[in-house]
């Protein structure tokens, strides 16, 4: 991003530090989230209130007219995709609560398949559901691809685990 001259190497120091300290924040709240899940829910409930906070500047701020129209455009699109993969994440994390609760354990080779398929189902939806949602929901379209797709992976994919642990046990 920096060869292409849409970023500086201030704006990735700055990134850099900023995901440092997320982590370190965060990653108490997450350990907690495996014995408490009232934790888990409220980091969804904050990330969600984010969310709908952005989307709702993007759209109703009123802008000067000499703001950069695509910047301004990219951001109204990143909001709606923010809002969609937010949604998928928090009904993904009540599948998993209520009915999959899977377990991640297997050998390592499993883990890699399971990482690459997980991968290339993503990066499939994405593509596949872009121009059809496009056609029939138009504006709403981001919204709900990204929440089909962040639903099937977080929320379907890992139904198939327990296949996959299986899979790495009968071949040991």
Do not use: C
């Amino acid at each position: 991003r920096m060869y292409l001259g849409v970023h500086t190497p201030l704006d990735v120091g700055v990134a850099a530090v900023i995901a440092v300290v997320l982590v370190f924040a965060l990653y108490p709240l997450m350990e907690r989230s495996d014995s408490r899940h009232g934790v888990m829910g409220a980091v969804l409930a904050v990330m969600l209130a984010l969310a709908v906070g952005y989307l709702l500047f993007v759209s109703l701020y009123p802008f000067p007219a000499d703001v950069d129209a695509a910047n301004l455009a990219s951001g109204v699109e990143n909001a709606w995709k923010l809002m969609g993969a937010t949604v998928g994440l928090l009904a993904a994390w009540w599948l998993d609560m209520k009915f999959i609760h899977f377990d991640t354990r297997a050998v390592w080779w499993v883990q890699l398949l399971k990482v690459v398929l997980g991968l290339g189902l993503t990066m499939a939806l994405r593509a596949v559901l872009k121009a059809p949602l496009n056609h029939l929901l138009g504006g709403w379209a981001d919204l709900v691809r990204y929440f089909l797709t962040v639903l099937a992976v977080g929320g379907l994919w890992p139904a198939s685990f327990p296949f996959f642990a299986r899979l790495g046990r009968k071949k040991q």
